[in-house]
Nanobody, 115 residues
Framework: QLQLVESGGGLVQSGGSLRLSCAASGSIFSINAMGWFRQAPGKQRELVAVITSGGRTNYADSVKGRFTISRDNAKNTVYLQMNSLKPEDTAVYYC?????????WGQGTQVTVSS
């Protein structure tokens, strides 16, 4: 069983930055991809960014050039550096770890960007 603990959310003004972290603990064997998703009120959860075990990354078009995903395999932690934040980035952000055949989700952390 894997437990994911997220941190780093909060309230920030438009144009500001935040860094999210998601640390895994528990029985860890082989973590495949790590990703960040977000869900705004009244909307479906959407992919923000993903990073594979080999370090390949993929981003939603809406965050390209502003967000950077990274991982520290030694710490079993994934990060999301968010720069130039916009009010439309306001959402609950969730991390997801793919440990085949299972997917594990964090509890979510609120990010609010004021205009």
């Amino acid at each position: 069983q894997l437990q994911l603990v997220e941190s780093g959310g909060g309230l920030v003004q438009s144009g500001g930055s935040l860094r999210l972290s998601c640390a895994a603990s528990g029985s860890i064997f082989s973590i495949n991809a790590m990703g960040w998703f977000r869900q705004a009120p009244g909307k479906q959860r959407e992919l923000v960014a993903v990073i594979t075990s080999g370090g390949r990354t993929n981003y939603a078009d809406s965050v390209k050039g502003r967000f950077t995903i990274s991982r520290d395999n030694a710490k079993n932690t994934v990060y999301l550096q968010m720069n130039s934040l916009k009010p439309e980035d306001t959402a609950v952000y969730y991390c997801k770890y793919e440990v085949p055949p299972y997917n594990y989700w964090g509890q979510g952390t609120q990010v609010t960007v004021s205009s």
